[in-house]
């Protein structure tokens, strides 16, 4: 499997972006696909990740229940809708990944778990 991230831009304060990542191949609906965003700098750290089904968790500090992850099997593709952003979401964000269900022990926060990922998406959100 292949990721392409993209969707990434320039907006203000306050406004909203959704980012898409397709992937490659059908297998694609096996496998967890996870957000991570690498402000300069910065670590690379875990947004929001989407299970095979549908189910999704979030880092609730950095999301604040403002993103959305979601995906569409039928296209390959997983979401991330970031609505009235914050200039502290500028990063580059990256989708990822794993062929693992998100239930049980918690191991999606980790970037190190991820098998796969997309090549990163520049955000930047002006004040």
């Known amino acids: 499997v292949q990721l392409q991230a993209s969707g990434g831009g320039l907006v203000q304060a306050g406004e909203s972006l959704r980012l898409s990542c397709v992937a490659s191949?059908?297998?694609?609906?096996?496998?967890?696909v996870g957000w991570f965003r690498q402000a300069a700098g910065k670590d690379r750290d875990f947004v929001a990740v989407?299970?095979?089904?549908?189910?999704?968790?979030y880092d609730a500090d950095s999301v604040k229940g403002r993103f959305t992850v979601s995906r569409d099997n039928a296209k390959n593709t997983a979401y991330l809708q970031m609505d009235n952003m914050e200039p502290e979401d500028t990063a580059i964000y990256y989708c990822?990944?794993?062929?693992?269900?998100?239930?049980?022990?918690?191991?999606?926060?980790?970037?190190?778990?991820?098998?796969?990922w997309g090549q990163g998406t520049q955000v930047t959100v002006s004040s």
């Open positions: 990822a990944a794993a062929p693992r269900p998100i239930t049980g022990p918690v191991w999606y926060q980790r970037a190190a778990e991820y098998r796969v």
């Open positions: 989407v299970g095979v089904n549908g189910e999704t968790r």
């Open positions: 191949r059908h297998i694609f609906r096996s496998y967890a």
